[in-house]
C-alpha cells in the first residue's frame, strides 16, 4: 500500500516556540493532504485540508494563524504549530490522497509536548 | 456527512472469527463504506473499504447488506497484534474523512 511518512515522529518544546512537522507521501504524488489531531483516549479530529499550491481549508474552530499548513510540492505538507502552548500538546497525523483515489492513507503520526 | 454507529466495545477469542458490525442508515448512494484501525499510539491504517459489492484483501472482509444501511467488517481469524480501535467511516470519493469513536477491540489469549 502507499506510503506516508512524518518527521519527526515526537517533539518536546517549550512554551512559545514554534514547531514544524513534515508529511510526505514517499511512493504516490499527493494532490491533497490532511492534518488530524488526536488527545488521549478520543479519536481523531480533522484540522484542515491542504492542496498542492492553494491554501488550506481549516474545520470550524481551529485557528488557520496558529496552526499554519504549507503544501508547497505534491509530496510535502507541512504544519507548523505558531507559539505553542501546553494545550496544544497532542499527537497530530497526516493523511494524504492520490488524485481518484476512493482513500486515503496515513503517517504514523508525530507527538507534540509543549513545556 | 452521513453518521455511523458502532459498538464502543468488542472482545474475541485470539484465533476466532470476529465481525466488527457497523450502521449506517442515512447513507447515501455515492457514500464509500471505509474501515480503518488504529493501534496504540500509531496513525491509522486502512482495512478495507467498499461501494456496493462484499469486498475482500488479505487483512480482512466487507460485507455490506443488500440495502447498504449497514456493514460488517469480518477478520477472519483474530491474533493479538489485531487489538486495535475500528472505525467505520462514510466518504464520497475525493471527500474527507472524518472519525467517529469506532469500536475498541479487545483479543483474548
Known amino acids: 500500500g502507499a506510503v506516508v511518512s512524518q518527521h519527526p515522529s515526537w517533539v518536546i518544546c517549550k512554551s512559545g516556540t514554534s514547531v514544524k512537522i513534515e508529511c510526505r507521501s514517499l511512493?504516490?504524488?499527493?494532490?491533497?493532504m490532511f492534518w488530524y489531531r488526536q488527545f488521549p483516549k478520543q479519536s481523531l479530529m480533522l484540522m484542515a485540508t491542504s492542496n498542492e499550491g492553494s491554501k488550506a481549508t481549516y474545520e470550524q474552530g481551529v485557528e488557520k494563524d496558529k496552526f499554519l499548513i504549507n503544501h508547497a510540492s505534491l509530496t510535502l505538507s507541512t504544519l507548523t504549530v505558531t507559539s505553542a502552548h501546553p494545550e496544544d500538546s497532542s499527537f497530530y497525523i497526516c493523511?494524504?490522497?492520490?488524485?481518484?483515489?476512493?482513500?486515503?492513507?496515513f503517517g504514523p503520526g508525530t507527538r507534540l509536548t509543549v513545556l | 456527512d452521513a453518521k455511523t454507529t458502532q459498538p464502543n466495545s468488542m472482545e474475541s477469542n485470539e484465533e476466532e472469527p470476529v465481525h466488527l458490525p457497523c450502521n449506517h442508515s442515512t447513507i447515501s448512494g455515492t457514500d464509500y463504506i471505509h474501515w480503518y484501525r488504529q493501534l496504540p499510539s500509531q496513525g491509522p491504517e486502512y482495512v478495507i473499504h467498499g461501494l456496493t459489492s462484499n469486498v475482500n484483501n488479505r487483512m480482512a472482509s466487507l460485507a455490506i447488506a443488500e440495502d447498504r444501511k449497514s456493514s460488517t467488517l469480518i477478520l477472519h481469524r483474530a491474533t493479538l497484534r489485531d487489538a486495535a480501535v475500528y472505525y467505520c467511516?462514510?466518504?464520497?470519493?475525493?471527500?474527507?474523512?472524518?472519525f467517529g469513536k469506532g469500536t475498541r477491540l479487545h483479543i483474548l489469549p
Open positions: 511512493d504516490f504524488q499527493a494532490t491533497t
Open positions: 493523511s494524504a490522497r492520490f488524485p481518484g483515489a476512493d482513500t486515503q492513507y
Open positions: 467511516i462514510l466518504s464520497k470519493r475525493d471527500d474527507k474523512i472524518i
